[in-house]
Nanobody, 122 residues
Framework: QVQLVESGGGLVQPGGSLRLSCATS????????IGWFRQAPGKEREGVSC????????YYVDSAKGRFTISRDNTKSTIYLQMDSLKPEDTAIYYC???????????????WGQGTQVTVSS
């Protein structure tokens, strides 16, 4: 089981930025896909972005395209989610999760972090 710890959440004004971090227990990210998901109050959890560390491919949900950027630091086995131009509708608990492929549905990800709260409000 992969251990994951998210950090970097907080309160930000609309239009602002946050960078989330996902520290993993993996010796190497190779062969793993790391996804970011979010769950807003009263809503189902949705996939936001994913990076396939086999070839570096990245994937984004439509609402994140052009605003969010997923990246990795192989030396630290850590994945980042840079979130710019944040909107109130981005408010949610953000989770990172590990799998073997970037299929952005939570049922395909067996390992999860505890989540970090992101609140976008003026």
């Amino acid at each position: 089981q992969v251990q994951l710890v998210e950090s970097g959440g907080g309160l930000v004004q609309p239009g602002g930025s946050l960078r989330l971090s996902c520290a993993t227990s993996l010796f190497t990210l190779d062969g793993y896909a790391i996804g970011w998901f979010r769950q807003a109050p009263g809503k189902e959890r949705e996939g936001v972005s994913c990076i396939d560390n086999t070839d570096g491919s990245t994937y984004y949900v439509d609402s994140a395209k052009g605003r969010f950027t997923i990246s990795r630091d192989n030396t630290k086995s850590t994945i980042y989610l840079q979130m710019d131009s944040l909107k109130p509708e981005d408010t949610a608990i953000y989770y990172c999760a590990a799998s073997r492929a970037c299929i952005l549905e939570d049922r395909f990800f067996p390992s999860w972090g505890q989540g970090t709260q992101v609140t976008v409000s003026s």
